[in-house]
Structures are given as structure tokens and as C-alpha cells.
């Protein structure tokens, strides 16, 4: 069946810190990837996605690229904030329609200390 | 335009007894999605519906079941009450305009079973 695989947490960085949150997959076909962000005490949201090969997703100085010949979807940022701190789950989606079932990571817990 | 949801935000029960948490989709969405987050299992896809049809379903035991109104409102009813049923319950909603909408999240009812 279809698997997340995330970086283990939780990561710990100074303020205007290079990120790397590293992520790869299991699925059969082409399916969607996703970065979902949680704030303590919220639900999830949104961060970026990326529906096909080579794709690169984008929001708020977060990047991620679709690679298929790895099977991965690493989330990178060049100068994290405190702000930045929260839980990170990346997810994927079959690309059928009628199948909106996400399949999750177990999340990374990301901790800025200024 | 309101987000997605979800009432209550806090709720208590006890072992045996049912449960019914609600979830109002964003305004013109009509499939809703529901999964549990627990800090041993993760976020697990629980059911989908889609204009008041179940279209998918994760392995959750019967006890776990939902429905779907023809306003696109859903409920999702637990049954005989466990300890494990202790979570973040969490929906969400898509537009299913074109083939790979973004699902938005509610903020999650948070269920704890004495």
C-alpha cells in the first residue's frame, strides 16, 4: 500500500537556519505530494503541493520538488523563523478521481530558538 | 469565505458511551474527509463522502461510522466508547472541481475517552 516515510524529529534550529525535512514515498503510479503544517492547538494547513514529476511547490519561503527517480519530496527552507515552529506532515494522494484519501508521515516537530 | 467547521472543539465521554462530532464543509464543497490523529498512530484517513455517498473507507472497525447531508454537512458517530479512541478528530473538504483539489482542515474535535 501506499507509504510516507518522514525525517524523524524532533529538529531543533537556530534562527535563520538552513531546513531540510526529509521525505519519500510509496505508491503505485503518479500520485500528488503535500506539505501540511500544524500549529499547536490547529488543525492542518496547507504549505505546498506538487502533482506531477519535477514539480516544484512554493509558499512563504518553503520549496519542495517532485522527484519520481527518488521518490521524494524534501521541504527546504533557507532562513527559518521562530515562527516557523511547528509540526510538518508531508502526504500523498492518488492521482484518481474519487480518491481523496491522503496518506500521511508521521510529522516532524520543528523547534526555531532565536 | 469560513473555513471548515467543527463542533464541539472539546468533548469528554466515557468508556461505552456514543459520540457524534459535526463538520460544515467550506461554503460549495461537497466532498468531506475525515481522519484521527493519536500521537502513537498518526493521522489515519477514517471515511470520505461525497454528495451523501461514502466513496472511501480506512480500517476502522464498524463502530466508527459517518454520514453525509444534502446541505454537504457530515457527522461522524463513534459507538461503545474505548480508551484508544482518545484523538484529534479532524475534516476536511475539497471542492472536486478539477481533479486535484486542495483539501482544507477544520480545526479537529478533540475527544477524550475516560
Known amino acids: 500500500g501506499d507509504s510516507v516515510t518522514q525525517m524523524e524529529g524532533p529538529v531543533t534550529l537556530s534562527e535563520e537556519a538552513f531546513l531540510t525535512i526529509n521525505c519519500t514515498y510509496t505508491?503505485?503510479?503518479?500520485?500528488?505530494l503535500f506539505w501540511y503544517v500544524q500549529y499547536p492547538g490547529e488543525g492542518l494547513q496547507l504549505l505546498l503541493k506538487?502533482?506531477?514529476?519535477?514539480d516544484k511547490g512554493s509558499n512563504k519561503g518553503f520549496e519542495a520538488t517532485y522527484r519520481k527517480e527518488t521518490t521524494s519530496f524534501h521541504l527546504e527552507k533557507g532562513s527559518v523563523q521562530v515562527s516557523d515552529s511547528a509540526v510538518y506532515f508531508c502526504?500523498?494522494?492518488?492521482?484518481?478521481?474519487?480518491?481523496?484519501?491522503?496518506?500521511f508521515g508521521t510529522g516532524t516537530r520543528l523547534t526555531i530558538i532565536p | 469565505k469560513a473555513g471548515v467547521t467543527q463542533t464541539p472543539r472539546y468533548l469528554i465521554k466515557t468508556r461505552g458511551q456514543q459520540v457524534t462530532l459535526s463538520c460544515s464543509p467550506i461554503?460549495?464543497?461537497?466532498?468531506v474527509s475525515w481522519y484521527q490523529q493519536t500521537p502513537g498512530q498518526g493521522l489515519q484517513f477514517l471515511f470520505e463522502?461525497?454528495?451523501?455517498?461514502?466513496?472511501n473507507k480506512g480500517n476502522f472497525p464498524g463502530r466508527f461510522s459517518g454520514r453525509q447531508f444534502s446541505n454537504s454537512r457530515s457527522e461522524m458517530n463513534v459507538s461503545t466508547l474505548e480508551l484508544g479512541d482518545s484523538a484529534l478528530y479532524l475534516c476536511?473538504?475539497?471542492?472536486?472541481?478539477?481533479?486535484?483539489?486542495?483539501?482544507?482542515f477544520g480545526p479537529g474535535t478533540r475527544l477524550l475517552v475516560l
Open positions: 502526504a500523498l494522494r492518488r492521482t484518481n478521481f474519487g480518491n481523496e484519501k491522503l496518506t
Open positions: 463522502y461525497f454528495s451523501e455517498t461514502q466513496r
Open positions: 461554503s460549495g464543497h461537497r466532498s
Open positions: 506538487a502533482t506531477k514529476a519535477d
Open positions: 505508491a503505485t503510479g503518479y500520485p500528488s
Open positions: 476536511a473538504s475539497s471542492s472536486l472541481t478539477g481533479q486535484m483539489e486542495t483539501q482544507y
